[in-house]
């Protein structure tokens, strides 16, 4: 095993479904002590990659943060009697296609707002602390939803506006089961792509009304994903965060308030968790929105 994954947990969070799950461990740092995305934007916000399984098939939905977490997933599924693998891809952003050489040989699904995305951004993404490169681009491509089956289970991608333009979740019907991405997080969602926030908001409207009884993000709790997800109610936090930040923006007690406080509601419902990493997410969040808004406090 490579030490790059020696941290990896392979979880369980429903019948046939696995997360790989890395991160979230005090004072570890997989790439450098210089800020990079590896360790500040996955590892230390912990991090999960899922595979659905129904007898020989697996569906993949994110590939992790490295070739060798994603190699790692694959010699897993295979030592599970998986022949036939298929990559589902959640969005563009490098914690989430880094490992895709691991996958070169398998159908990738993505939406073609991810595919472009990947194509415009591929000297930016080279270019990143560390590099991602080469890449793979997807194989086939779907606008607006899409039913897979994986044996005798179905799953349904859907595409959401929401932390990224490109957003694609997975959806299990049957089970009631909401593989989020980064759509949703805990302690709070990472404010991307600023100028989309109204519409980010407004998706998330959308998003709730799904029939969801559980809901496994990328980014969240190691326990929470081992014990089944979270509740519908991490729609309703991940929401009430954006309008929350969005009202207060032009605020000058907000540089002062810490994040447990600014979302103490939500943490006191057991909609999210307090994660002490998030306050840096919620700095820069702040940062961003204003930046983009051109509004000072």
């Known amino acids: 095993m490579s030490d790059l994954t020696a ?22 740092r997989l790439h450098s002590d210089a800020r990079n995305w590896m360790d500040d934007g996955a590892y230390a916000l912990g ?14 939905y994110d590939t992790h943060i490295s070739t060798a977490h994603a190699t790692l997933i694959r010699r897993h599924l295979a030592e599970r009697g998986v022949r036939h693998t298929t990559l589902v891809l959640s969005h563009w952003h490098t914690d989430h296609i880094a490992g895709i050489t691991a996958f070169a040989d398998c159908p990738i699904i993505a939406n073609p707002l991810t595919a472009l995305a990947m194509v415009e951004n591929e000297a930016a993404l080279a270019a990143k602390d560390p590099p991602i490169h080469p890449l793979v681009p997807p194989n086939r491509l779907f606008d607006d939803r899409l039913e897979l089956t994986v044996g005798d289970r179905t799953a349904h991608l859907l595409q959401f506006d929401i932390h990224s333009a490109d957003g694609t979740v997975l959806w299990l019907p049957e089970e009631r089961l909401l593989l989020a991405g980064d759509t949703l997080e805990d302690t709070v969602t990472y404010v991307s792509e600023p100028h989309g926030i ?10 709730a009304s799904l029939p969801v009884h559980r809901i496994l993000p ?34 000058p007690s907000l540089d002062a308030e810490s994040l447990e406080s600014f979302v103490a509601p939500e943490i006191a419902t057991g909609s999210i968790g307090y994660f002490a990493p998030y306050e840096q997410v919620h700095r820069d969040n702040i940062q961003t929105l204003r930046q983009s808004l051109g509004r000072t406090p």
């Open 198 to 207: 109204c519409r980010h908001i407004a998706e998330l409207h959308r998003l």
């Open 47 to 60: 991090i999960a990659s899922y595979a659905l399984i129904c007898g020989d098939e697996a569906l993949v």
């Open 218 to 251: 990328n980014h969240g709790s190691e326990a929470a994903i081992a014990a089944g997800g979270y509740s519908p109610d991490l729609i309703t936090a991940n929401r009430a965060y954006l309008e929350r930040l969005l009202s207060r923006i032009e605020d």
């Open 7 to 28: 941290t990896l947990r392979v979880l369980e969070p429903a019948p046939g479904l696995l997360a790989f799950y890395d991160g979230r461990i005090a004072g570890k």
